[in-house]
């Protein structure tokens, strides 16, 4: 059955850079439209970018356009999110699932703390 999980997060200045990888099990990447999403402080889960199946189509939540950059690799079946120019705003848990989210996908996330 496939499992998704999430790593790379971390302390990272205001400004800076991070890649974010999920790691897909049991199964693969390719087989659905799959997304990162995130949780802050006292917020509710939000999307924030989605590539479709096939043609890696993206789309992305317009409080990171431009700034962020998801993306697949088949050949590792992982999945990706590089984060430029981060502010204190995207400080969260982020994790990654199938776009819609399927409940037993969820993961433990990666937390991404942005301060100086």
């Known amino acids: 059955q496939l499992q998704l999980v999430e790593s790379g997060g971390g302390l990272v200045q205001p400004g800076g850079s991070l890649r974010l990888s999920c790691a897909a099990s049991e199964g693969s990447l390719d087989w659905f439209a799959i997304a990162w999403f995130r949780q802050g402080p006292g917020k509710e889960r939000e999307g924030v970018a989605c590539?479709?199946?096939?043609?890696?189509?993206?789309l992305y939540a317009d409080s990171v356009k431009g700034r962020f950059t998801i993306s697949r690799d088949s050949a590792s079946n992982t999945l990706y999110l590089q984060m430029n120019n981060v502010s204190p705003e995207d400080t969260a848990i982020y994790y990654c699932n199938a776009d819609p989210p399927l409940a037993r996908l969820w993961g433990q996330g990666t937390q991404v703390t942005v301060s100086s």
């Open positions: 590539i479709s199946m096939g043609k890696d189509n993206t």
